[in-house]
């Protein structure tokens, strides 16, 4: 939901300004878009869909969520020319490292879980389980590079609560501003010598 | 029903290549976001 609501964010802004400058405003034309949609469907059929995803064991579950975003980064280096894609493979590389350093899925503590989830819910799962579509629940203790798993949380009075990664981060970052400036490519700085 | 006919004929003559790559663009950037990111709000917890 948050990640979706930064694209729309972007693309409220990104309207915005450029009727502001009155200049058009189109969404990015992505290169190979096919690539994303089939990158996403491991992610379909093992997380997503629940007429399939009861079937699929973890262990291949955790193998289709690594391929997956190894596919996403692929898509990321055919998009490399867009500004914001360099936020979303940051971000996406920084969820994939801590994905597979954990066993295939994002690590969450009973502590970041018990923000989510009523107390008996979480008293029914032990450490190892998984927990929502992405996350696996581990003690802090057995969490390889915790400062990336998802851990960050809005502040306690916020109405949704919701539990991101660094790497979540960026790339919300990334998508908002891959709206706002759909068709501008990232410079480099020039530098002129005298 | 010829009418009706005619002007489905004009509606799809409007969808031309551009928009069905602004569709699919989009739709690329939305599965991109859902599948890179890995935020949880503890949606479904029992498997």
Not at chain 2, 21 to 41: E, K
Request: some cysteine; overall charge positive.
């Amino acid at each position: 939901m948050i990640l979706l609501g930064a694209i729309l964010a972007g693309m409220v802004v990104g309207v915005s300004l450029a009727s502001l400058h009155k200049r058009p405003w189109s969404v990015p034309p992505l290169r190979k878009p096919w690539l994303a949609i089939l990158s996403f469907l491991p992610q379909l059929v093992f997380l997503y869909l629940p007429a399939t995803r009861k079937w699929v064991p973890d262990e291949l579950t955790a193998a289709g969520l690594i391929v997956s975003l190894v596919l996403l980064l692929v898509f990321c280096w055919f998009n490399r020319q867009f500004s914001g894609v360099w936020l979303l493979a940051w971000g996406l590389f920084l969820n994939l490292l801590v994905i597979a350093a954990n066993g295939g899925f994002m690590p969450i503590s009973p502590q970041t879980a018990s923000r989510l989830v009523p107390p008996e819910t979480l008293a029914a799962l032990g450490n190892g389980d998984r927990f929502g579509y992405k996350d696996i629940l581990l003690l802090p203790e057995k969490t390889h590079l915790i400062w990336l798993s998802d851990f960050l949380l809005p502040p306690v009075g916020f109405s949704y609560q919701v539990a991101f990664s660094p790497g979540d981060a960026f790339i919300a970052a990334g998508a908002f501003w891959l709206m706002v400036m759909p068709g501008k490519a990232l410079e480099a700085p020039k530098i002129i010598l005298k | 029903m010829k009418t009706q006919i005619a002007k489905l004929f004009v509606f799809t003559r409007m969808i031309n290549r551009q928009h069905i790559q602004i569709v699919f663009a989009l739709l690329a950037l939305v599965l991109f976001v859902l599948g890179a990111g890995a935020p949880s709000d503890g949606g479904i917890v029992s498997h």
